[in-house]
């Protein structure tokens, strides 16, 4: 007479099947969890405040956190303002979608409770407490509005709305 055998990896993955189920019953999110790979600093979301590059021969911008994109949307704003930006915005929008980009995905360990947050909610509360950003996405909107920056700039900056709205 054979029994039949479960083994632990079976029942593993049965129990975790049907946790996840009663949780979908619920309606509840999936908490997010901080690991090392997946969690980024407050210090890469910020970006350091008085890093100037030399962006253009008499333009000067931050590079990297909410501080960098400030400027680079500042500069997007007024670009009719600088002659010597020649491709249209194209370069800073691009810059704009690859740094948003690599929020994507992160967490951030939030020091003081303990709760661990997406990358995307700190970088959009972190911009509007800073002293030249209003709300990320209607900034972003406000420059899509402007008739100077090429479509493939105006381009890019939609997918930075779509790569904030995604989260």
């Not at 194209?90 to 020091?111: A, I, P, Q, T, V």
């Not at 209003?134 to 105006?154: C, G, N, Q, S, Y």
């Amino acid at each position: 007479m054979n029994k039949p055998l479960i083994n632990e990896r079976d029942i593993r993955k049965s129990l975790k099947k049907r946790l996840l189920e009663i949780r979908d019953e619920k309606g509840q999110e999936q908490p997010q969890r901080c690991l090392t790979s997946n969690v980024i600093s407050l210090d890469d979301i910020t970006g350091l405040p008085k890093d100037f590059k030399n962006y253009t021969s008499d333009l000067f911008k931050r590079n990297g956190g909410i501080s960098g994109m400030v400027d680079t949307l500042d500069i997007l704003r007024t670009l009719r303002l600088h002659p010597n930006i020649s491709d249209g915005g194209e370069h800073l929008s691009y810059d704009l979608m690859n740094h948003l980009n690599g929020f994507r995905k992160k967490n951030y360990l939030d020091e003081t409770n303990g709760d661990c947050l997406t990358a995307m909610d700190k970088v959009i509360e972190l911009y509007k407490e800073n002293e030249h950003g209003e709300d990320l996405v209607k900034d972003i909107e406000k420059v899509l509005a402007h008739t100077d920056p090429t479509p493939r700039a105006k381009e890019y900056l939609k997918r930075c709305l779509n790569l904030i709205k995604e989260k």
